[in-house]
């Protein structure tokens, strides 16, 4: 355990952190998941839930929570499924 005070501030941000990194991802994947599923069954609000995925992964990326290419691949993967044109 650290003895220094700027140390043991750095780690109550660290963990502060850690866990709003956690939430974000988690929702991340949830929101990604309610897409993939809507697109899959052919839903009425599948435009709305593709949407909703591509903001919180742009957001997340721009905030830093997750890389930016990670987001872009993600978003391009749930585009290329909601446009059919996935083989």
């Known amino acids: ?3 220094i005070k700027s140390q043991m501030k750095r780690n ?3 963990e ?3 866990r709003r990194n ?3 991802r988690s929702e991340l994947k949830t929101r990604v998941k309610n897409a993939r599923e809507s697109i899959d069954s052919g839903t009425d ?3 709305d839930s ?3 995925a591509q903001k919180r992964l742009d957001k997340a990326a721009a905030k830093g929570r997750i890389h930016k ?3 872009a691949r993600r978003t391009s993967r749930l585009m290329k499924r909601a446009s ?3 083989e």
């Open 1 to 3: 355990m650290a003895n």
């Open 12 to 14: 109550r941000t660290n």
């Open 16 to 18: 502060r952190r850690r």
């Open 22 to 24: 956690l939430a974000v």
């Open 45 to 47: 609000d599948a435009p």
């Open 50 to 52: 593709v949407r909703l």
């Open 69 to 71: 290419r990670q987001a």
């Open 84 to 86: 059919g044109t996935e």
